[in-house]
């Protein structure tokens, strides 16, 4: 009883920032978020079954990135893959040249340095979706820059997973063999697109020919995900990325969009959890000194993903710099 009485007071929370929030026009993943917060300081941590909510929350992701996958389309990302990883490619060149300038002009330490190139090449893919869902935002932008936007977040994610799963390997090990870290990076792109090339071939013929109504298209929907993230977890790749890959090829069948349809409030209702995770797990307690450095190095970058999204945009993909820039100044919102 205790669980249903603080999902109700978070819920109360969010529908309190949300009505505020709304007629502000930002977005509502902030109300979720800053009902976490308020709700982290209301209540004693002791007191809250944080291992529960974070464990929904892990559902809420798994969910927004299967639907990530499935907005973008297999036959988008077939067709724009590799212009794509070219302007992932050139964002990270760009944000580690301004990078290292930085740290040559204010002599900063080469650890800090590769922690903030990470930082700044990584977007959250939950938080792009959240943020170009809200209808304020779609309007302004063409169905061809929103798939562009989650396609690009979606391979800086994959990114993202290779650079860290490598910077283990040199804060784990004495003695690093560079043919060991080539076999890491090979193994997780091979796996990747082994559960690909799997899914395409086998899951979703089964998946077409498989007669159901609409209670058992749900289980089937969302099973699928559960598997695939799984699936992913025992490759080797991040759980994340199964589902991801699980909604760009659930995308290519015929029943994607009405599972869509018929899951979207089962979908924000976990999404809810996990944004409002964010805000219970964030800390309250910092002095103001480390505040202020947390505002500064945010502002660095995200003045490093404006220039070095844009930028890439503009030399890559052909986009008027006006347009580039449009799209830049979403990156900053993420």
Known sequence: MELLYQFGILMLLATAFGFVLKRLNVPLLVAYILSGIVFGILFPKETIN??????????????IAF???ASIRWSFLKKEGLKLGIIVLAEFFIVAFLTLLFGLIFKLPKEFLILLVLF???????????????????????????????GISAMEDLFIIIAISILLLFFTSKNIDVSYVVYDVFHLIISFIAIVIFSLLIVRGLINRLPYDDEILLLLGFSFILFFSWFANNLGLSMLLGAFVAGLVFSETKVSQTFLERAKWIREVFGFLFFSYIGLIFPTDVN??????????????????????????????????????????YMIAI
């Open 288 to 329: 103001f000194s480390l505040l202020l450095i947390g505002v500064v190095v945010t502002l660095l970058i995200v003045f490093l993903k404006f220039v070095a999204f844009s930028f890439s945009l503009w030399i890559t993909e052909g986009y008027k710099l006006e347009n580039a820039v449009k799209l830049g100044t």
């Open 50 to 63: 944080i291992e529960i909510i974070g464990s929904l929350a892990q559902v809420g992701l798994l969910l």
């Open 120 to 150: 700044a090449m990584n977007t959250s893919s939950a938080i792009a979706f959240k943020i170009l869902e809200d209808k304020k935002f779609s309007r302004e932008l063409d169905e061809k820059s929103i798939k562009t936007l989650f």
């Open 67 to 69: 639907e990530i996958g």
